[in-house]
């Protein structure tokens, strides 16, 4: 090879370093703001009991400007912003797809925490604040991948919706329940929802299609009050007692059927007592040579739609505070697992639902995997959506992160949240370039 042929392929090898380095700068750079988006969000506080709603909408109204979207500020409640944000499709006939996520946090116990849950700090990539995973991570992230389509001349078939509600962690009456039951909603004619999942410690990407629906119970003994030497029947204590071993039996019976690995935790009832209350107060304490004529205990049950919520009333009713025991009940809140036509509460997660098949194909396209589609072991937003019908999927996109949500330390991995965004890139092109016939959740629980 002669000096020629050499200085060429020397040119060129430095012609290409500079490219390798520019392209990688570039993305740095790129992805550099993007973290940094998020962090600015990670930097409000919307932790109740006051959370920050109106520096955390004036943050959504900038980002939605700066990606040219729509924007509408709704207060159901009054300082309880709900921000919906529109990306008109190129056919508005057909149905609309909802992003959403709420903008509110739990509180913080900052003392019990490694970095300050509200200065976003990246510690070896890992991004810790309140609401890294739970769920600011996932509101940011459907913007990202917009500004990324957007950047890519990508138009939507299909009109996309994106909600930033309140007050998801303190029930969501005055957020999400008012939108999903308000004109508004009505009119956006949605074909489908996404709303929170949960981090997978694993590498598979979990996807939820239903949630278990809180029953809290109250029961409640009453007996004959008798001095506390004398032994005797129908004590109220006594009789709570065999109540909350017979409580304490039949929650037993579900966690073997987690431990034995034939049903997920979404799929079986919780049951777990959260007071018990009784006793005679005295001034040091309570009086000891008494027994009281009262005894309560309440009890956090949750029941998946697939459970039979009808039989486990029965079992309260005769078994957890029979009338022959002296005991009686009532629920603090109780929320029926069927619709208004007595079907179970769930999107269908088979062929039956094209959303479905669309989410997962997206999902392989990013190549991510995903586990067994689950029930969502608490309650979320998405439940006001399926009620009206409305397909909703929870998904959160965190592989390999342990649950934090609602602990100390909560974090979210960069790599983790930037990979997040593609997946939603992929998930947003198929859902809005989809021609496929929708049908409602209703319509799909009909025909089964
Ligand atoms: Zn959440």
Redesign the pocket.
Known sequence: MNVGCWRRIESLMAMSYFFIFFVFFTCTVADDSIVSRFQEYLKINTAHPSPNYHEAANFILSQAKSLSLETQTIEFVKNKPLILLKWSGKNPNLPSILLNS?TDVVPVEPHKWSHPPFEATIDQGNIYARGSQ??KCVGLQYLEAIRRLKASNFEPLRTIYISFVPD??IGGHDGAEKFASSNIFDEMNVGIMLD?GLASPDDNYRLFYAERCPMWLVIKATGAPGHGAKLYDNTAMENLFKSIESVRRFRASQLDLVKAGVKSEGEVVSVNMVFLKAGTPSPTGFVMNLQPSEAQAGFDIRVPPVADQASLERRIAEEWAPASRNMTYEFKQKVSVYDKNGKPILTAHDGSNPWWALLEGAIHKANRKFGKPEIFPAS?DARYFRLKGVPAIGFSPMANTPIL?HDHNEFLNKEEYLKGIEVYEHILKAFASSHVETKKDEAIRDEL
């Open positions: 709420h739970d769920m998801e962690e929170e979320t949500l």
